[in-house]
């Protein structure tokens, strides 16, 4: 097994580029030397964590793809910048790992795949479920073949009412336009998994959903458009001054306000600032991308999956039901539950926390996909590559059709291959 350092180049320090280069930093396999990031308090962050000077920081995106600086690069950019960022990436020779999606666009995403394989470059697309011990050992008990063959999935994303307003209304996945469509941010996850456990391809898929409450319609009478001039905070769910004076991290993850800490004055004072979207009325924003949606899936076989993405839940997590011909499994990711029984026999029930010591940032997943992109880079037998580009592809390709039948009154659509 190969010991080696490999050195990273990073393009985008926000919260999953702080994250993936964290699990970097304590697996000491791969050592960021560069970062690229147009927030300077977030280029001060990185340079104070990993010991760079001033001639590893970069604002202007030109100048750092102006040479090839690393081993690999890191892409935790905005969605729409991933193209542009994977195709100089891999001209200048980089192998990529790439936050998800690939891109908002189908055939910018082929020809990441393509432009890969032309240059003979690896590119793995963090669809970090593939690696959470959660989703591994639902896998490993359809592989046993002990339930049978999976012949239906259902699979719920509950996106909790408060991560909706701050992502999805307030933030910066909120407009499609600007970001991606619903289904394909949030939800290739989803898809993936669901492919991925399927082992088949899908052929079809239908859609429907909507923008149902988040907008002006829905405002209460009496509202402001903004938190902090309104009247009806005390009896508002949404109501930004309450909720970030509770969770400061959420609002100082953005990079936008704070350093590292915020105090509650801080973001009282930052609230009141009328240029901050997160100051917001949640039924006056831009925001134009779903807040609920359903697809159905038809696999080859006429094996069938089906995916409930909705805002109206109290939790943020994953729920899962597999069918088989011989027993089911149901799951709960924020449970760290795993139900399963084989017909006619007692369930058995499934402690995820007894099967890794970590299970944060997306049940474990996110440092066992740093994990083996270091291994599948530098070719070792324990490289599994699960989410390479070419395997990560077919969700987002359900997801472009998901997106093609919801606009479309729900018409089946057929996946290309």
Known sequence: MSGKVLTVAVIGYGARGNIYTNYMKELGTLRPVCVCELIEKKRELAAKKFSLGKEALFEDENEFFAERRADVLLIATPDRAHYRHAIKGLDLGYDLLLEKPISPDEKEC??????????????????????APFYRKIREIIASGELGEPVTISQTENVGY??????FIRGNWRNSKESSCMILQKCCHDLDIIRWLMEVRCKKVSSFG??????????????ADFCYRCKLEKECPYDAIAFYTGKPDSLTSTGRYFGEKATKEE?????????????????????????????????????????????????????????LTGGEIV?????????????????????????????????????????????????????????????????????????RSRLNGGIPVDIGE
Not at 162 to 167: F, G
């Open 267 to 323: 973001v009282r004072a930052c609230l009141s600032d009328e240029s901050n979207p997160y100051a917001r009325c949640v039924f006056r924003c831009d925001n134009d991308v779903v807040d609920h949606q359903v697809v159905n899936l038809l696999f080859e076989g006429g094996k069938t999956a089906q995916l409930t993405m909705t805002a109206f839940s109290k939790d943020f997590k994953r729920t899962i039901k597999v069918h």
């Open 162 to 167: 408060w991560h909706q307003a701050h992502s």
């Open 110 to 131: 082929r020809a990441i795949c393509a432009l890969a394989q032309e240059k003979k470059r690896k590119v793995s697309v963090c669809h970090v479920l593939r690696y």
């Open 210 to 223: 909507s923008l149902l409450y988040f907008d002006r319609a829905h405002a209460p009478e009496g509202s």
């Open 331 to 403: 799951g709960d990711i924020a449970a760290n539950s795993i139900e399963y029984t084989a017909w006619g026999k007692d369930t058995v029930k499934i402690d995820v926390t007894k099967l890794a010591d970590d299970l944060s940032h997306h049940c474990g997943g996110d440092k066992l996909l740093v994990r083996d992109f270091y291994d599948y880079i530098c070719g070792n037998p324990s490289g599994k590559g699960l989410t390479a580009v070419e395997n990560s592809l077919e969700s987002h390709l359900m997801a472009f059709a998901a997106e």
